[in-house]
């Protein structure tokens, strides 16, 4: 089920009731001036006016064009800066999910661990306020969510400075498109997810089944469940389809061309080339694909695990 329209989020009301203000006070506006420009064409036209006269000044008028539009903006301001302080404000009881971003992925980690990818997408519970934490990896990236009117950028952190955040609370159950709303880079448009809300008894059960999942995949293939963690399958595939990269499937052991320096050369997949590709991934290109992955920042035993299941996947 989608859900799109309507009052999502407690956002919605004082969010829309800005825009509304906003596009009201900018039709009176337009109809206002273009009315008394119509009138001013007609009333001081050459025909009823054949002599001129030079207007000097009009107190009254000036302060009247200076007053109404100083009152205005500032109504303007008081609503938007209602809602703006209200969309910092994070409730004392909400619950903290954080969110990681890359290019070009999603990754939410849930208070008990648990981590859902850009396919997997955001599941929270109904009539629940959500904490999230906002840290890209890379570029800067923006959290949407437009049925919700949550927008916050997903800034690198500095040193020394803390992550951006947001927070919303869904009213409605149903699922709702999830989006980054700033360019960054080649395959932005890629980084396309859901937010699930569930009932909180559905939550709960969900929660549970997951985490129970996630904890066997790790045990079973450490590897496999780190990739999905870190969204590498958003551009490698294990079924020997062709993406963004190279298929995982069938390529330990593969000769391959690559690209290095602009020069071309050939080169065998093994460990060595696995870690070099995860730590520099720019430095050997696979011909007929771009240099657009980031390196990836894991530990030596995450490397370990993950040629591991690239092993496996030639085994199969």
């Not at 539009?69 to 301001?77: A, D, E, K, Q």
């Not at 919700?148 to 947001?166: A, E, I, Q, S, W």
């Not at 590498?232 to 990269?245: P, Q, R, T, V, Y």
């Amino acid at each position: 089920m989608n859900i799109n329209t309507g009052i999502a989020s407690v956002f919605n009301q004082d969010v829309d009731f800005s825009f509304f203000l906003i596009f009201t006070i900018s039709i009176l506006c337009l109809v206002g001036i273009t009315g008394f420009m119509i009138f001013s064409i007609f009333k001081y036209s050459k025909k009823n006016n054949p002599t001129p006269s030079n207007l000097e000044g009009h107190t009254g008028l000036e302060i009247i064009w200076t007053v109404i539009p100083t009152i205005l903006v500032m109504f303007i301001f008081y609503f938007g800066a209602k809602g703006f302080i209200k969309m910092r404000t994070v409730p004392e009881n909400a619950m903290e999910i954080k969110v990681d971003a890359g290019m070009w992925w999603w990754k939410f980690t849930y208070p008990n661990g648990l981590e859902q990818n850009t396919e997997q997408g955001l599941t929270v519970p109904v009539s629940t306020p959500i904490y999230l934490p906002l840290h890209s990896a890379d570029v800067i990236h923006s959290f949407y969510v437009p049925a919700f009117r949550v927008k916050m950028d997903v800034v690198p952190k500095p040193l020394g400075t803390k992550d951006n955040y947001t927070w919303f609370e869904a009213i409605q159950e149903g699922d709702y498109d999830l989006f980054c709303a700033e360019y960054c880079g080649q395959n932005h448009a890629q980084m396309l997810s859901k937010v699930h809300v569930l009932s909180k008894i559905d939550y709960d059960a969900w929660l549970a089944g997951q985490t129970s999942e996630q904890k066997k995949l790790q045990s079973e293939s450490p590897g496999k469940a780190l990739l999905l963690s870190k969204g590498c399958f958003a551009c490698h595939s294990s079924d020997g389809s062709k993406i963004i990269g190279p298929s995982f499937k069938g390529l330990f052991g593969k000769m391959e061309t690559v690209v290095t320096n602009g020069e071309e050369r050939n080169i065998l997949v093994d460990e060595a080339y696995i870690k070099q590709s995860i730590l520099e991934p720019s430095k050997d290109i696979v011909k007929g694909f771009q240099p657009i992955m980031p390196p990836l920042p894991v530990s030596e035993q995450e490397i370990i695990d993950i040629i591991a299941h690239i092993k496996e996947l030639v085994e199969e």
